[in-house]
């Protein structure tokens, strides 16, 4: 209920108001979801970027831990205009993370959200937001949380651009149990030509590593209505893949942002 009326505060926000909710403002919105005090809050400084992560975590996470990447967050205005600060509005892989009933778990935000690094500059949130020094920040991060827990796998969960994230991470790896993706972006040449935009050039595709992600159990949820990441992205992925076994897909009555929250909770209860 509390999450329904934060969702019901962002829209009339957005759409009394001739401007974006400020950083300040999207900032507080991601702590005020974060209400179990089991859930600590902790700023991960790797060699190049600076992480915002809320982890949940304890000597029991014997077996694995399961964690989130955020979206792209507020990377553009409009169209033409670039965001000074890629903070998500409406930070939607953190929601399914406090969804999510598993005893160890970990958000991460994205480079630049919510924390500043020196390495914050705009081609992070545009072209090259899925470059090789973005994935080698989460590598450090997972290397830091088997520091403590040796011998667990991970399970990484990624929404929008979080899911060429968590997939691109994985395909570097050998001690990813799944990989589940939520209206990700998982090729990111075709989404570009779909969409007519520039291609992140400075950025890897998914799409080109999929023999390193052949024997990884996938999941995604795609949305049937989704104009921000068509499901045509997925299958163009998805026909990378000469044998497909390991790729499960689940279409829902859904748009980019609407409604994955209660869609995931649902999904959470059946898996």
Excluded at 203 to 222: C, G, R, V
Aim: glycine share 4%; net charge positive; aromatic share 12%.
């Amino acid at each position: 209920m509390y999450i329904v009326l934060l969702n019901i505060f962002i829209l009339f926000f957005i759409g009394c108001s001739n401007k974006l909710p400020s950083l300040n403002d999207r900032k507080q919105l991601a702590f005020s979801l974060v209400d179990d005090k089991n859930i600590i809050q902790k700023d991960i400084k790797t060699t190049q970027f600076n992480l915002l992560s809320f982890q949940k975590v304890s000597n029991s996470c014997k077996d694995g831990i399961k964690v989130y990447v955020e979206g792209d967050g507020l990377s553009w205005i409009s169209r033409n205009i670039v965001s000074s600060n890629p903070t998500p509005i409406n930070p939607i892989a953190l929601k399914l993370m406090l969804l999510d009933n598993s005893s160890c778990k970990v958000y991460l935000a994205r480079p630049c959200q919510y924390i500043n690094s020196n390495s914050c500059e705009e081609k992070y949130w545009t072209s090259h937001r899925f470059n090789l020094k973005v994935i080698e920040s989460y590598q450090e991060v997972l290397n830091l949380i088997k520091n403590a827990y040796p011998n667990i796998k991970f399970d990484l969960v990624g929404y929008s651009g979080g899911g060429a994230i968590v997939t691109l991470l994985a395909s570097f790896r050998d001690d990813i149990n799944s990989i589940t993706t939520v209206a990700g972006n998982l090729d990111i040449e075709e989404w570009s030509k779909i969409k007519n935009i520039s291609k992140l050039d400075g950025s890897l595709n998914p799409a080109d590593f999929t023999q390193s992600l052949k024997n990884i159990k996938q999941y995604h949820l795609i949305g049937s209505n989704d104009k921000i990441i068509p499901k045509d992205i997925f299958f163009s992925y998805q026909n990378r893949f000469k044998n497909k076994k390991n790729i499960n897909y689940f279409i829902y009555e859904a748009d980019h942002s609407c409604c994955w929250e209660d869609i995931y909770k649902k999904y959470l209860n059946l898996n």
